[in-house]
């Protein structure tokens, strides 16, 4: 058996709230799926095999922790199950899934509609509408691609090629507009949206097509970076047209402020190491060191303003992901997070997992890219002061995202805060930049 292999545990519902059992142990038992991966897909993957396996046609509705996914079974009437399975209440499954013990006695609302039942059904209502007013033809099912607390994505195929809706929080409702915006502006290719929902907080999208930036080269990757400059600079100056888009402005005494709200926050940094943050919570001995440096980051973000480097847009989500190279076109998409602040943050996620001889490249171009603006040496020493607070900023969104989504569904969002929190802790002693990035 793989390392990497994971048994993902199927909460497959009907309309009545049933719950399909697996008989065969002679008691009702939560079935279970095995994937030669580290996390089960939550989305058409995952159905698709459900569907071979059980003869069920089901969506995603709602992931409960890293394993656990609840899932839907379509149809009115209680669907026909495979030979050695039954449908039974809730109760005779009780004490076998602590989170979905949580979820049958859960009484606040959720924050991501996609997961209430008849969301899907009311989404694939409104693409048909679209797609006929648009006189195009429906050409299958949608399918899901993505599917968490944080969004939901669905693709649909058409006879002129696929669409794809986006359904967001109320906090990142405003990327369709953003996205419109920059596009505007003539400086690079954007996603071409076609049609918004606001009071839904969804739109569609045309696919973009081309490949992410994770399945190319580390020089065309470092062409990647060029393109957010070129695009960083053309937004000078235009901080009132970005906020009329939705951007919202992250000057340096809101990032000061930031800090002593975020690092204050015991709740996070002295939670316990649990199954919901992968065991990742920091030590007693981390929580100490890491508050301890407020007045350092406070320090930092002063003298970051000090060095006068233009406020810009910022992706604050700019990850080889996000990015879409398509022939000699660059595409930069998901702009749920943009912000109006130091443009040197968004090297943030962009070094994340890139080995040290690749993160100083990136510097390097990054920096050259902005020559003809700002000098870069005056880059790279504000680079200096930019890297532990651009850490800082990655948290300040990831705390923002589980307060948002609760105690459900935090999971997605505190193990990482707790690797940012590392790897700020990492850039304080370092402040001479021997690692360019973030790993050794």
Not at 27 to 36: K, N, Q, T
Not at 103 to 123: I, V
Not at 209 to 216: C, E, K, L, R, S
Not at 340 to 349: G, K, Q, R, V, Y
Request: glycine share 6%; hydrophobic share 45%.
């Amino acid at each position: 058996m793989s390392s990497d292999s994971v048994e993902a545990v199927l909460v497959i519902v009907d309309r009545d709230g049933a719950v399909l059992c697996d008989m065969a142990g002679g008691i009702a038992a939560l079935p279970r799926m095995r994937f030669d991966v580290r996390w089960p897909p939550m989305d058409s993957e995952l159905t698709d095999r459900v569907r071979r396996v059980f003869g069920l046609i089901t969506v995603v509705l709602e992931p409960l922790d890293f394993t656990t996914v609840v899932l839907l079974a379509a149809g009115g009437a209680r669907p026909v199950c495979a030979d050695g399975f039954a449908w039974h209440g809730h109760d005779v499954v009780s004490g076998q899934s602590l989170v979905l013990d949580r979820r049958a006695a859960r009484s606040r609302p959720l924050a991501s509609e996609w997961f209430r039942p008849g969301w899907f059904e009311r989404a694939e209502s409104y693409i048909d509408g679209e797609i006929r007013a648009a006189g195009r033809v429906r050409l299958g099912p949608s399918r899901q691609i993505k599917h968490w607390s944080m969004s939901a994505v669905l693709r649909t195929p058409t006879d002129r090629g696929d669409l794809y809706l986006k359904a967001v929080l109320p906090r990142l409702a405003r990327e369709p507009d953003i996205t419109r915006y920059l596009a505007s502006l003539r400086v690079a290719p954007f996603a071409t949206i076609i049609a918004i929902s606001p009071g839904d907080r969804w739109w569609l999208a045309e696919d973009f097509g081309g490949v992410d930036a994770w399945a190319v080269s580390t020089e065309r990757r470092r062409a990647c970076l060029t393109q957010l400059v070129r695009v960083q600079k053309k937004t000078i100056g235009r901080g009132d047209e970005l906020i009329a888009v939705g951007c919202v402005p992250l000057t340096p005494a809101a990032l000061a402020d930031g800090v002593r709200s975020i690092l204050a926050r015991d709740d996070i940094w002295r939670a316990p190491k649990l199954a919901k943050n992968l065991d990742r919570a920091l030590s007693g001995e981390e929580a100490d060191r890491l508050q301890a440096l407020t007045p350092y980051l406070v320090e930092c973000a002063e003298r970051l303003d000090e060095a006068a480097i233009p406020a810009t847009i910022v992706h604050r989500d700019f990850h080889p992901g996000n990015v879409v190279l398509r022939e000699e076109e660059i595409l930069l998409h998901d702009w749920s997070f943009a912000t109006i602040t130091n443009p040197l943050f968004d090297l943030a996620s962009w070094l994340l997992d890139a080995p040290e001889p690749d993160a100083a490249s990136y510097l390097d171009v990054c920096f050259a890219a902005w020559a003809d603006t700002i000098a870069p040496e005056r880059m790279r020493s504000a680079w200096r002061l930019a890297k532990p607070l651009a850490a800082v900023v990655e948290m300040m969104k990831l705390i923002e995202l589980a307060d948002i989504v609760g105690p459900d569904h935090d999971f997605n969002w505190l193990p990482m805060t707790y690797g940012w929190g590392r790897r700020l802790l990492n850039a304080a002693t370092d402040s001479d930049l021997a690692i360019n990035g973030w790993r050794k």
